[in-house]
């Protein structure tokens, strides 16, 4: 059995969906004969992590290291210090400046020494056959080009979300400035380097071909996908209709009014509806859902459930109506999968692209398809769904095919076909 060495700063016991990836090629690889031995961090960043208290599968070596410092807090204070600095002039900061311009790639810098140091112990103590490295951070992959140059191992290189500046949605200003420059250069040179390179959805691949052509014959797709493990639920329904939303709303990237105001819309053509119909925030009651609740008057409407674990926050998507999506182009959110996995019906706030495609193909399930930002068409779609619901035509409905496409296990058999072909055409050399 070949061996590979799993780096992934979100891992159990971490709750965060950023680590479900290498939780499930972690758990499957074994079936296809691959042994994995995974490096995690010990002490995570809590302004960017969900603490948890979930297993790793039992078949899998886990091992963790020590961040030698966590930066989110300290940059965060320093960034409010310059805001109000700045501000008696006029000058509102808007954005993570500090962050942005100290944190060098990012700000879990802090957890490349110990674990370059350990994985390397690993890979000679274990003679590790191939190094495979999930991003976000891209501080790992800084890690796993160190490991390739001088454990002289295959490094495939695996990107959740496009990482790369020249993607981010920052003011064209940022563009100019040296760390973005650096970051740019460090990226493309361990693109270059990488021996393999997955993204999760065609149009990421699209990004990175359209701006780093040399990745053509090493770029492949592998869709996040679902646990099936998890589907094996069968919870009774909400007695009121409910629309479900699961995880990270984008706020801050695609604004949240549209919805909210188009619910607003519906309860006060009939008021009666605001004892009928309830919006499920699967997630933490942040500062902007408090303002959206007190803007559009939906005290009554809106439920927020705090952070749960997966297997609950799926027996919600379970219970409910309607899956509310939406989307950050190019990633695709993991509900989609989950909502796809559970049948459940889809009312989708996304333009043309992948995600449609993916929704018209796979969905049995009614779905409604509306522009992020037409909110009277989202009014129609939830008073259309609302009606079918009430006549028992919102039914849920799987589709056996989808199931087949995007189950994890199935998923993780592609990626091992990948991880094969990687070892046969590497100069594999042991210590």
Excluded at 79 to 101: Q, S, W
Excluded at 362 to 377: L, T
């Amino acid at each position: 059995m070949k061996k590979i060495l799993i780096i992934s700063y979100y891992y159990p016991p971490l709750n965060d969906v950023g680590g479900l990836r290498a939780l499930a090629f972690s758990k499957y690889l074994p079936e296809f004969g691959w042994q994995p031995y995974v490096l995690s961090v010990k002490n995570p960043d809590k302004g960017w992590c969900i603490l948890g208290n979930s297993k790793p599968p039992d078949r899998v070596k886990v091992y963790y290291t020590w961040s030698l410092i966590n930066l989110t807090r300290a940059t965060g204070k320093l960034n409010g210090l310059l805001a109000r600095i700045v501000n008696p002039f006029g000058i509102e900061l808007n954005k993570p400046l500090v962050r942005d311009l100290l944190c060098i790639p990012d700000q879990f810098i802090g957890w490349i020494p110990l674990t370059f140091i350990k994985a390397l112990n690993l890979i000679r103590k274990n003679n590790i056959d191939l190094i495979y490295v999930s991003c976000k951070p891209f501080s790992s992959a800084i890690i796993g080009a160190l490991l390739k140059y001088v454990a002289k191992k295959p490094l495939v290189l695996d990107f959740r979300d496009p990482i790369s500046p020249l993607f981010s949605r920052h003011d064209g200003c940022y563009k100019h400035l040296p760390t973005f420059q650096l970051t740019k250069r460090m990226e493309e040179i361990i693109l270059q380097n990488t021996d393999k390179f997955i993204v999760v959805t065609k149009e990421t691949k699209e990004l990175y071909l359209s701006n780093f052509p040399f990745l053509n014959n090493k770029i492949h797709v592998i869709y996040n996908g679902f646990m099936e493990d998890y589907f094996s639920l069968n919870p009774g329904p909400f007695e009121k209709f409910t629309i479900v939303y699961s995880g990270n709303f984008y706020a801050e990237i695609i604004p949240p009014d549209p919805f909210f105001k188009a619910l607003q819309l519906v309860i006060n053509e009939n008021n009666s509806l605001k004892d009928e119909i309830q919006f499920l925030y699967v997630g933490k009651n942040a500062d902007w859902l408090k303002a959206m609740v007190k803007k559009y008057n939906l005290h009554d409407v809106v439920k927020v459930t705090g952070y749960v674990s997966r297997q609950k926050s799926i027996e919600y998507i379970f219970k409910s109506s309607i899956l509310l999506l939406r989307i950050v182009p190019a990633m695709i959110s993991t509900k989609l999968f989950e909502g796809l996995a559970a049948g459940l019906p889809i009312l989708a706030l996304i333009n043309k692209g992948e995600v449609e495609q993916i929704i018209k193909t796979y969905s049995k399930a009614p779905y409604y398809i509306v522009k992020p930002d037409d909110i009277y068409g989202i009014a129609q779609a939830i008073k259309d769904a609302y009606k079918k619901w009430q006549n028992g035509e919102l039914e849920k409905k799987k589709n056996p095919e989808y199931c087949n496409d995007f189950n994890k296990r199935n998923l993780t058999a592609k990626f091992a076909e990948i991880l094969d072909k990687t070892c046969e055409h590497s100069n594999i050399s042991t210590f």
